[in-house]
């Protein structure tokens, strides 16, 4: 058989010999010596071949089957299942949904973790099925699983994580898990925890523009109630307790409306671009002046929103990807709070 003449076993080197087949036969995958649903030897043929116990070859063959490398078919022998990029660390790394934030996200943590590794992108839509199906159809598939855990009930409310999450999530060795964006204390010291405060990210933020919102007679907050992915209801929170707090006059709206009334003195809060859009529109053609006769600040920023003067509360989308591949390349583990800022522009 082809692989045997292109395999290397150094029996004088400390490195365990079956930690040498491992990597002789993913070198031979990343050097194209062997394709996909390529046979390669038996265990036993191995194991004659270069005088190696059958329990040496058997675990080797076990930990490659384990990261989807090779695959047994029963009668038949062993095969090459997989030949994309072969790397030292492999990463599945599972999104919400495709928005310009979670790619910067996506970006950042690429960019930062270097060409040593490979990373599996992923989008689940805030879907509980889709999300499980592919945590098992890639389990013990990967040496990270990067996850960001937002989810929708069948009214479309927003849930952090459902039971059934929960329990697989609890299946991933811990020192293998990334939680990045929205945590819950299931996890434990041995994972890594990259998050935002929703409720009082969006509180202080607030509060750093206390002085500037207090000139304004009423915050209207545009909460999509009903959305394809919804948002976390801690953001509801966090913005009445700080209208609550300071005494301030203020109504929570599902959407701009096309014919809605606006006043001079409202300030405006959106979350979603398209309702940003609709009231930048509206006001423009009702001849008001941003920032002079009505306020608006957008949730989480963008080129475009720097270019168009609009104040924003926004994460550090940046420092959460790289944060979360810098504590991988250093093998840290723990918790970390993604800075969240308060970016006044003139729209305030």
Do not use: W
Not at 87 to 99: D, R, W, Y
Not at 320 to 334: D, P, V
Request: positive net charge; contains cysteine.
């Amino acid at each position: 058989m082809d692989l045997i003449k292109h395999i290397r076993i150094d029996k004088d080197s400390r490195v365990p010999k079956y930690q040498q087949i491992i990597d002789s036969i993913i070198q031979n995958i990343s050097v194209g010596n062997l394709s996909i649903d390529q046979k390669i030897p038996s265990i036993n043929m191995f194991s004659e071949e270069f005088y190696l116990s059958r329990d040496t070859v058997e675990k080797a063959y076990s930990i490659l089957k384990e990261r989807n490398i090779i695959t047994s078919i029963r009668g038949k022998g062993f095969y090459i299942s997989r030949t994309k990029l072969i790397s030292k660390v492999n990463i599945l790394f599972l999104v919400n949904k495709l928005s310009s934030y979670k790619m910067e996200i996506y970006n950042h943590f690429v960019n930062k973790i270097g060409a040593n590794s490979h990373t599996d992108l992923h989008i689940y839509h805030c879907d509980e099925t889709l999300f499980l199906n592919l945590l098992d159809k890639n389990k013990s598939a990967y040496d990270y699983y990067v996850i960001m855990p937002h989810f929708k009930t069948e009214q479309l409310n927003h849930i952090s994580f459902t039971d059934q999450v929960i329990k697989a999530i609890k299946k991933i060795p811990k020192e293998k898990l990334v939680v990045l964006d929205n945590i819950k204390p299931i996890t434990g010291v041995k994972s890594i925890e990259i998050y935002q405060d929703f409720e009082n990210d969006i509180y202080f933020a607030l509060k750093e523009g206390l002085t500037k919102i207090k000139n304004y007679k009423k915050i209207i907050l545009i909460y999509p109630n009903k959305s394809v992915y919804p948002y976390p209801r801690r953001i509801l929170h966090g913005f009445r307790k700080f209208c609550v707090e300071y005494k301030l006059d203020f109504e929570i709206l599902n959407e701009v409306y096309g014919d809605m009334v606006l006043k001079t003195g409202d300030l405006f809060i959106t979350i979603e671009e398209s309702d940003l859009v609709n009231l930048v529109k509206q006001a423009r053609e009702d001849e008001y002046i941003l920032g002079k006769d009505i306020g608006v600040i957008s949730y989480n920023d963008t080129p475009l929103k720097e270019l168009l003067g609009i104040t924003v509360m926004s994460t550090d989308f940046k420092v959460m990807g790289e944060m979360a591949a810098t504590m991988i390349l250093n093998n840290e583990k723990g918790k970390f709070k993604v800075p969240f800022n308060f970016i006044e522009r003139e729209s305030l």
